[in-house]
């Protein structure tokens, strides 16, 4: 058990369809970050949240992808019009952070998307 | 940007030491990570250096050169279970780290 959750651990879903997934980070973790991964390759940045703030976001990331932290606790990661190539491992990792610290990740299982 | 290298797999003996390099060139260092991923899990913190040297955890341990831009990971008493992915990842100005590729190891009998 890695203290992150993750919903749902699959989805199978059709070209074109939305899909959401959720992330409930580790409590006192501050910064949640989510991930992309494909077989054979790192996990690959999609964007960042400190508390609800959302800082940084990849320049991979198209307009279909939108994510939100409402209040600074769980996360949720929508893609719409899904296509061929979103078919990945969805990341979410959590840390805590302040100024000038870098604290390592805590990785949640994450979500396999399949595009049918 | 940022460019990380690492080799794609290594094979290696039940109980030896084995060595995992990675190479990097990145704006903002500010840290790396190494990290071990299991087949269809999530990776897990191995280790962080920030400074020159040798950092040792029991039988792992990891080595950064900031200067070269270098860092390894070396794996000793090598046993079945460290058959995994190991990720290098480095920190940089706004501390999201920025993953390499991953290094499959292969411990064989």
């Known amino acids: 058990d890695t203290g992150i959750s993750q919903d749902p651990r699959h989805k199978i879903t059709k070209r074109g369809q939305n899909v959401t997934f959720r992330c409930d980070p580790i409590?006192?973790?501050?910064?949640l970050y989510w991930y992309r991964q494909t077989l054979g390759q790192g996990p690959e940045f999609l964007t960042y949240?400190?508390?609800?703030?959302?800082?940084?976001k990849s320049r991979l990331l198209s307009d279909r992808f939108s994510a939100e932290r409402p209040k600074g606790s769980f996360s949720t990661l929508e893609i719409q019009r899904t296509e061929q190539g979103d078919s990945a491992m969805y990341l979410c990792?959590?840390?805590?952070?302040?100024?000038?610290?870098?604290?390592?990740?805590?990785f949640g299982d994450g979500t396999r998307l399949s595009i049918l | 940007g940022q460019n990380i290298d690492q080799p794609t797999e290594m094979t290696a003996t039940e109980g030896a030491i084995v060595q995992i390099n990675c190479t990097y060139q990145?704006?903002?260092?500010?840290?790396l990570f190494w990290y071990q991923q299991h087949a269809g899990e999530a990776p897990t913190f191995l280790s962080y250096?920030?400074?020159?040297g040798l950092e040792e955890k029991g039988r792992f341990s990891s080595f950064l050169s900031r200067s070269k831009g270098y860092s390894y990971l070396l794996l000793k008493e090598l046993q079945m279970k460290d058959s995994a992915s190991y990720l290098c990842?480095?920190?940089?100005?706004?501390?999201?780290?920025?993953f390499g590729r991953g290094t499959s190891l292969i411990v064989h009998p």
């Open positions: 990792a959590s840390s805590l952070g302040g100024t000038g610290s870098n604290q390592p990740q805590h």
């Open positions: 409590s006192e973790h501050n910064r």
């Open positions: 949240f400190q508390n609800e703030a959302q800082l940084e």
């Open positions: 990145t704006s903002g260092f500010n840290g």
């Open positions: 250096n920030v400074l020159d």
């Open positions: 990842a480095v920190g940089r100005g706004s501390y999201i780290p920025t």
